[in-house]
């Protein structure tokens, strides 16, 4: 069964009677899923940020955009208007099978996984994750990358509080550690 399937029919009737929420709107929901990579690199290498939005691309299934810098930062020599990296934002059908690959196939495969930590949750039911490796995803072609770069994962929910965000989570599969 898909996960936008098994949310419809059966996650969210069980997240109804677990957190016995009156309202049904009130039910959380995930929102949008926002992928980024950092490439400070891309400040100097036009190739680089080529290669971040060519991986992104092919992970996400949709086209990236360039993220440009906001302000100058001497220490990085990084000036205002600089591409520093790329990102997508999932909403819909793409977002539930993004997060089912992640779920089912992408986390299997990191090296002693044991779950997310329940501190990755920001306090008002989203929840940020870092992976170390972009070859982790089956899209990348790990003889065509140019270097291992990390990626960045936001989920954003409806939910009013970690708890309610965790619970969900959890209906779809995802482990959290404490």
């Known amino acids: 069964m898909k996960l936008k399937e098994f949310y419809t029919k059966e996650a969210y009737d069980m997240l109804n009677k677990e957190l016995n929420i009156s309202n049904k709107h009130l039910i959380p929901k995930i929102q949008k899923?926002?992928?980024n990579i950092g490439c400070g690199e891309g400040a100097t290498s036009?190739?680089?940020v080529e290669h971040v939005?060519?991986?992104?691309?092919?992970i996400?299934?949709?086209k990236p955009i360039i993220a440009?810098?906001?302000k100058s930062v001497a220490a990085f020599k990084i000036r205002k208007g600089q591409p520093i990296g790329a990102k997508v934002t999932l909403r819909g059908d793409k977002m539930y099978d993004f997060l089912e690959k992640f779920f089912k196939i992408v986390l299997p495969r990191i090296r002693d996984f044991r779950g997310i930590p329940a501190k990755s949750l920001d306090g008002r039911g989203n929840l940020n994750i870092g992976i170390a490796d972009q070859t982790l995803f089956p899209e990348i072609d790990y003889d065509k990358i140019d270097k291992i770069r990390g990626l960045e994962i936001t989920i954003v929910t409806s939910a009013s509080s970690d708890d309610h965000a965790r619970k969900l989570l959890e209906k779809m599969g995802l482990v959290?550690?404490?």
């Open 176 to 178: 959290f550690v404490d």
């Open 68 to 70: 440009y810098s906001r």
């Open 60 to 62: 996400a299934g949709q």
């Open 46 to 48: 036009k190739a680089a």
């Open 33 to 35: 899923v926002v992928l």
């Open 53 to 58: 939005l060519s991986d992104l691309g092919q």
